[in-house]
């Protein structure tokens, strides 16, 4: 049964917040739980819910199984080389770019395919939202979270020239 835009609205608006607090609950980063609530209600717009007796129910349980199938989509990625460098950027070291590959690593697949897709191929949001199958919001929410985790990782990184101001 499809519902309205303004229905579905209402029920993000009231549930949104508790509900992506019971994904993180499962292990979840705050990214990773807005994603799922977001497909949830995007599910309700596309009317893939049959009729819904009691629709509080239907969104924990929701995101409980979307919670449970991200985890086991988790478990079958395959983990980035460490030591080899698969990053190209032109006038950096290479310790430079290993740090940078280092802390891309760390971000959840998720944000990271949303740098590279930004940073390194350029396609807009708009783009990148469509090459996702996902919102636009929530690719630019996931560019910003990665964002905010690259600065903090980089940001206790030593770099060849930090090492070299403190030998001087």
């Not at 629709?55 to 080899?84: C, K, Q, S, W």
């Not at 770019?97 to 740098?115: G, K, N, T």
Request: with cysteine; charged share 30%.
């Amino acid at each position: 049964m499809k519902r309205t835009a303004e229905e579905v609205k209402a029920w993000y608006e009231k549930h949104g917040a508790a509900l992506a607090a019971f994904a993180c609950s499962y292990g979840l980063d705050f990214a990773a739980a807005e994603d799922v609530v977001q497909h949830v209600f995007l599910n309700l717009l596309r009317g893939s819910a049959a009729e819904l007796r009691s629709p509080v129910a239907y969104f924990y349980g929701a995101v409980r199984n979307g919670a449970i199938n991200f985890h086991r989509t988790r478990r079958r990625e395959t983990a980035l080389p460490e030591g080899d460098e698969w990053l190209v950027s032109r006038g950096k070291s290479r310790e430079e770019i290993l740090a940078v590959q280092q802390a891309l690593q760390h971000l959840p697949e998720e944000q990271r395919e949303v740098v590279f897709l930004r940073i390194w191929s350029g396609l807009t949001f708009q783009e990148i939202a469509e090459a996702m199958e996902t919102p636009v919001n929530t690719v630019a929410s996931r560019f910003r979270y990665a964002l905010d985790k690259l600065r903090e990782r980089l940001s206790s990184t030593p770099t060849r020239r930090d090492a070299n101001e403190a030998r001087a």
